[in-house]
């Protein structure tokens, strides 16, 4: 009788004091006996550690200490001396959903293991204003060459062990589309399963994210990577126009500060009942 799978949960924290124990709580809580956790953080001063340190007796690994970023977090979780079999990857403001979902991911897991690779579920994404999303949807090869976009929140993605031994670890040199790049390694080589019935987590919008310096440096190293893996040419005009979005954004961020840029935005996306918007809210 094959072995029930075991999950790994990996937190990459900073100065996180204030959501923590709500994503660790949502740890403990689920009914799968199976899992496994492990909290790299970078070196935080605001009481995280001390949290941290509350929970120790459910966390398998925990380090915090000055690190090069996300990825290299990440790293040093897929690095470390803990036995697993799959692997999830949260930031220390995002909980899983309920208190069934790594239940409902070993089930899935087990059955589907080793043709697929990697297991994807649904995201409920809470914006900085309130409003709710939930994002998740069938992926295929072809529609993430013409447009590089993930499937569902990075969040809700499952990794199996040997995606890693196969293809290696995230490129700590990126700040922000690691996990793009080295999903664009193996997504012509692997299979993967959608779960559209599992909403696995939710991402609290907010942080490095909302800020106008990370959509463009994200637009930067998104376009590096395309070129890196052929698929530049694809984009076409509607790339350049994302990019002349976000150096508008950029430049209002820089004169006048983040006070009036979202004001801006909200102005607008008002004046169009809330739909997307033409110039800013790319």
């Known amino acids: 009788m094959t072995k029930p799978p075991t999950i790994l949960l990996v937190v990459a924290t900073y100065n996180c004091a204030a959501t923590l124990a709500r994503c660790l709580d949502s740890f403990v809580a689920q009914d799968y006996p199976h899992k496994k956790l492990a909290v790299i953080d970078g070196g935080s001063d605001d009481g995280t550690v001390e949290i941290i340190k509350k929970y120790e007796k459910h966390i398998d690994y925990w380090v915090s200490e000055p690190d090069k970023g996300i990825y290299d977090a990440w790293n040093k979780a897929l690095t470390a001396p803990i036995e697993w079999d799959w692997v999830q990857f949260m930031g220390g403001d995002d909980h899983y959903y309920d208190g069934q ?138 790339n350049y126009y994302i990019a002349l979005v976000r150096l508008i954004k950029l430049g209002i961020y820089k004169c006048s500060g983040e006070r009036v840029l979202l004001g801006l935005v909200s102005r607008i996306r008002c004046f169009t009942g809330g739909r997307k918007m033409k110039l800013l809210s790319k």
């Open 101 to 238: 979902v790594l239940g409902a991911i070993a089930s899935c897991a087990k059955e589907r293991s080793p043709r697929y690779k990697m297991l994807y579920a649904k995201t409920k994404m809470i914006h900085i204003s309130g409003v709710e999303k939930i994002l998740g949807k069938e992926w295929n090869v072809e529609a993430c060459k013409k447009k590089p976009a993930f499937p569902s929140g990075q969040v809700s993605f499952f990794y199996a062990k040997n995606i890693f031994e196969k293809y290696g670890f995230f490129d700590s040199k990126l700040q922000i589309a690691g996990d793009m790049e080295h999903f664009f390694r193996y997504m012509e080589h692997e299979r993967f399963w959608y779960m559209p019935n599992i909403i696995s987590t939710v991402h609290h919008e907010g942080g490095i994210s909302t800020s106008p310096v990370y959509d463009w440096m994200h637009w930067k190293e998104k376009n590096r990577i395309l070129r890196r893996y052929g698929y530049g040419s694809s984009q076409g005009i509607s």
